[in-house]
């Protein structure tokens, strides 16, 4: 995947949610820099009456803003300042879905895998039932070496049968865990679940076909590594790195 594009502004965290807390001096809340209105917008309407009823109206307009300030932060890439700005608002905000969810995928992005899980299965608790983000934390769990944590959520994934996308994640992460122990094979036969070019060729389908190329590669399989290799490159050929994968296959 291209690598992270950092921007040069600067964020900043300005500690407890509580307004009690805050400094009166140069630090103060007129050089806090705001979310955007957009950011602001999102998390008022979906989480702002639920992040008031928890931290009372006094601090309700504060955290909000602060929680919105994050959410900025993660969708520039920006993922320690986030989780900067997210951990008071997590302590103060428990068991709000949104809140969990943006902290563990900050913690994820910054490959804190053990605290990321706990964020993560916290939002999966809030939700009830949701399966979006199950790949992201089936992928914590693997790095962790919990194996049996992985099969059970990618078995909660194919039964629940969400967006197709979601579904090539969790396989992905499900047959990357196979291969972590040895077992290739099965996880070719993972992987290997349709022939054929979909009508319209995603960018999930050029990341399951990457994956099983590497499982073929892998498993010395040059012949079938090259054709899915290939097959991408007939899609896309500045995907990830296909073409040093073929040019090292040999075209």
């Not at 428990?94 to 939002?123: K, M, N, P």
Request: some cysteine.
């Amino acid at each position: 995947m291209p690598p992270t594009v950092h921007s040069t502004e600067e964020w900043r965290d300005d500690g407890p949610v509580s307004s009690h807390t805050r400094s009166s001096g140069a630090g103060s809340e007129r050089n806090e820099r705001r979310p955007t209105a957009k950011a602001l917008a999102q998390v008022e309407a979906t989480v702002g009456k639920a992040i008031a009823a928890a931290v009372g109206d006094h601090d309700a307009k504060r955290t909000t803003d602060r929680f919105a300030l994050a959410l900025d932060a993660f969708e520039r890439e920006r993922y320690q300042d986030a989780k900067k700005i997210l951990m008071p608002i997590v302590k103060a905000c428990t068991g709000i879905q949104l809140v969990h969810e943006v902290a563990g995928l900050s913690l994820y992005r910054l490959g804190l895998w053990s605290d990321a899980a706990d964020q993560l299965e916290q939002a999966r608790t809030a939700s009830r039932g949701a399966t979006t983000n199950h790949p992201v934390l089936a992928d914590c769990y693997r790095a962790l070496k919990r194996y049996e944590k992985v099969e059970e959520l990618w078995n909660e994934l194919k039964e629940a049968s969400p967006h197709p996308s979601i579904v090539a994640e969790g396989r992905i992460v499900a047959a990357g865990a196979l291969a972590d122990r040895g077992d290739l094979q099965a996880a070719v036969r993972l992987m290997h679940h349709g022939s054929q070019d979909p009508r319209k060729v995603q960018d999930y389908h050029l990341r399951e076909w990457y994956m099983l190329g590497d499982l073929y590669d892998r498993s010395a399989e040059v012949i079938e590594a090259r054709k899915m290799f290939g097959r991408i490159a007939a899609h896309d050929p500045n995907f990830s790195d296909v073409s040093e994968r073929l040019d090292t296959l040999g075209k």
